[in-house]
């Protein structure tokens, strides 16, 4: 293996992405299909969340690849949603986004 390959995952942020330049299999863990409600996430582990946080990154990643839409704002503000799920007693709490397309994580996690 060349030297630069062996740097990839020290510096590619995504999990996944990590995996997907080494050609590596993905780990069998599925985090988000163990999510019904926000409550699930404080199940969860912070290293859990950072994995589920790919995740839902690739989700959404492979279900806008079939219908176009504007996913930057909505990948960038995926911690960000995770973490005010984890932290807040949502739905009770509200929660107001500045356009839809920041929302899709919210969407994932809320069904």
């Known amino acids: ?32 299909n163990q ?6 996430l404080q199940k969860l582990s912070i290293s859990e969340l950072v994995i589920l946080a790919d995740e839902i990154r690739q989700f959404i990643l492979d279900s806008t690849s079939e219908k ?7 990948l960038g503000a995926t911690e960000l949603t995770i973490a005010l799920h ?7 709490d509200a929660l107001f986004w500045d356009v839809g397309h920041q929302a899709y994580v919210h969407k994932v996690l809320t069904g």
């Open 1 to 32: 293996m060349p030297f630069f390959m062996l740097l990839i995952p020290f510096f590619a942020k995504s999990t996944y992405l990590k995996y997907r330049i080494l050609n590596l299999s993905l780990p069998s863990l599925n985090y988000l």
């Open 68 to 74: 176009k839409g504007h996913i930057e704002s909505s």
């Open 35 to 40: 999510i019904n409600i926000p409550a699930d």
């Open 86 to 92: 984890y932290l807040l007693s949502t739905p009770h």
